[in-house]
């Protein structure tokens, strides 16, 4: 079974906020993710749509960036599992490894010459809805089971993420996600 999800970004001054619903037919709201600007250790929470309670949460275990693993929890603080930054392999494209109770994936920039490209035109000029940006999600035998891509040409972050293997928690996709736009500061 696979399924897509929506994760769009509003713009606000305080903190990262993202609509996330399922692209099924119905567009159904899933959650309002949030992340307060200038913390020292990044924490997302994601509540529910009625806003009665929290889907999940993301919380560093570290304030350094560098090669930071991140905790994903459920709604009751219970393990879903956790995502670190791999820090020699993002100096070329940004890759990520996770790790669930379910198997590990690794998410990646899909192209080496877009990575570079985003990474040097960033430097000259800030105008990242300009620029191109996937990533491939693969299993552990190296497999693409699904993408993020960011849609080109919005004002806002608007992302698509496509999983193909329904032993990935669908709340671990949206952290992902997450990661792809705030833990890299786009």
């Given at each position: 079974?696979s399924?897509?999800?929506?994760?769009?970004?509003?713009?606000?001054?305080?903190?990262?906020?993202w609509q996330?619903s399922r692209?099924?037919?119905q567009?159904?709201?899933l959650?309002?993710i949030e992340?307060?600007?200038m913390?020292l250790?990044?924490?997302v929470?994601?509540?529910?749509p009625?806003?009665?309670g929290l889907?999940?949460?993301?919380k560093?275990?570290?304030a350094?960036?560098?090669a930071t693993?991140y905790d994903i929890?459920?709604?009751?603080g219970?393990?879903?599992?956790?995502?670190?930054?791999?820090?020699a392999?993002?100096?070329g494209?940004?890759t990520?490894?996770?790790?669930?109770?379910?198997g590990?994936?690794?998410?990646?920039e899909?192209s080496?010459?877009?990575?570079?490209i985003?990474?040097v035109?960033?430097?000259v000029?800030?105008?990242p809805w300009?620029l191109?940006?996937?990533f491939?999600?693969l299993n552990?035998?190296?497999q693409q089971?699904?993408?993020?891509?960011r849609?080109?040409m919005?004002?806002?972050?608007t992302y698509?993420i496509?999983?193909?293997?329904d032993?990935?928690?669908?709340?671990?996709?949206?952290?992902?996600?997450v990661?792809?736009?705030?833990f890299?500061?786009?």
């Amino acid at each position: 079974m696979s399924y897509t999800l929506d994760l769009t970004q509003k713009l606000t001054m305080m903190k990262n906020v993202w609509q996330l619903s399922r692209i099924d037919g119905q567009n159904t709201p899933l959650g309002t993710i949030e992340q307060a600007r200038m913390k020292l250790k990044e924490q997302v929470k994601c509540t529910l749509p009625d806003g009665s309670g929290l889907w999940f949460a993301i919380k560093a275990r570290s304030a350094l960036e560098l090669a930071t693993t991140y905790d994903i929890t459920d709604g009751m603080g219970a393990p879903l599992g956790t995502m670190t930054k791999d820090f020699a392999a993002s100096l070329g494209r940004s890759t990520y490894h996770v790790e669930t109770p379910t198997g590990k994936w690794t998410v990646t920039e899909t192209s080496q010459v877009q990575a570079i490209i985003r990474r040097v035109v960033g430097l000259v000029v800030d105008i990242p809805w300009l620029l191109r940006v996937q990533f491939s999600i693969l299993n552990s035998a190296g497999q693409q089971i699904g993408h993020i891509n960011r849609a080109n040409m919005k004002i806002k972050d608007t992302y698509e993420i496509r999983v193909d293997d329904d032993s990935l928690d669908m709340r671990v996709a949206a952290a992902m996600g997450v990661a792809v736009d705030a833990f890299m500061n786009r």
